[in-house]
């Protein structure tokens, strides 16, 4: 079975704090993503990545940068966290190039103070 | 633009009762349909996806969904709802590529004895 972790469930941080959010698979997946799922709006897509070292913007990128170093490791940071940016982020990853099955994360619920 | 629809953004079936939550989508072509489910504070689960073929695709947990082209519909059925099912399900469609994946805004299943 494919495994998505995340480092956090819930996180806490003030306004103007730096947060890193990080997420680890463990089946040799190519590509992740990062999310935010917020109520009455879905799922969207913030940045993804296909390959180390390479990431993609997403839907809504602004206010948020990502790191991939190692295929397994896909972190998401927020330079400069700010309230409206409280919400539940959830990780996801797939095998290959058309997607297919996205397989994700628990999720972490970050407030922001 | 590539938009997928959930309309019942909440409802309520009783233990026991059929369930069928809708879902349109909008694609230049037909793309890869997915149900998802998420149950309360978890990352998200697949329960089944058509790429083509068959158009009553069966999945996990006793549900089967069936893709209507002509009404460009996937709707999620089960015969019997059991109170574990009660969770938020989300349909997503992908034409192939990273950021052709589109998710609806979820429908919230309550279920009561």
């Known amino acids: 079975d494919v495994k998505v972790t995340q480092s956090s469930r819930y996180l806490v941080k003030r306004t103007g704090e730096k947060v890193f959010l990080e997420c680890v698979q463990d089946?040799?997946?190519?590509?992740m993503f990062w999310y935010r799922q917020d109520p009455g709006l879905g799922l969207r897509l913030i940045y993804f990545?296909?390959?180390?070292?390479?990431?993609e913007k997403g839907d809504i990128p602004e206010g948020y940068s990502v790191s991939r170093e190692k295929k397994e490791r896909f972190s998401l940071i927020l330079e400069s966290a700010s309230t409206n940016q409280t919400s539940m982020y959830l990780c996801?990853?797939?095998?290959?190039?058309?997607?297919?099955?996205?397989?994700f994360g628990p999720g972490t619920r970050l407030l922001v103070l | 633009a590539q938009s997928v629809t959930q309309p019942d953004i909440h409802i309520t079936v009783s233990e026991g009762a059929s369930l069928e939550l809708r879902c349109n989508y909008s694609?230049?072509?037909?793309?890869?349909l997915f149900w998802y489910v998420q149950s309360p504070g978890q990352g998200l689960q697949l329960l089944l996806k058509?790429?083509?073929?068959?158009?009553l695709v069966q999945g996990i947990k006793g549900f089967e969904a069936e893709f209507k082209r002509s009404q460009s519909s996937f709707n999620l059925r089960k015969p019997s709802v059991h109170w574990s099912d009660a969770a938020e399900y989300f349909c997503?469609?992908?034409?192939?590529?990273?950021?052709?994946?589109?998710f609806g805004t979820g429908t919230k299943l309550q279920v009561i004895p």
């Open positions: 996801a990853s797939t095998l290959g190039r058309n997607q297919e099955t996205q397989y």
């Open positions: 089946m040799d997946h190519e590509n």
């Open positions: 990545s296909y390959d180390v070292k390479m990431k």
């Open positions: 694609y230049g072509a037909t793309p890869y």
């Open positions: 058509y790429f083509s073929g068959d158009t």
């Open positions: 997503v469609a992908n034409s192939g590529g990273y950021q052709k994946v589109t």
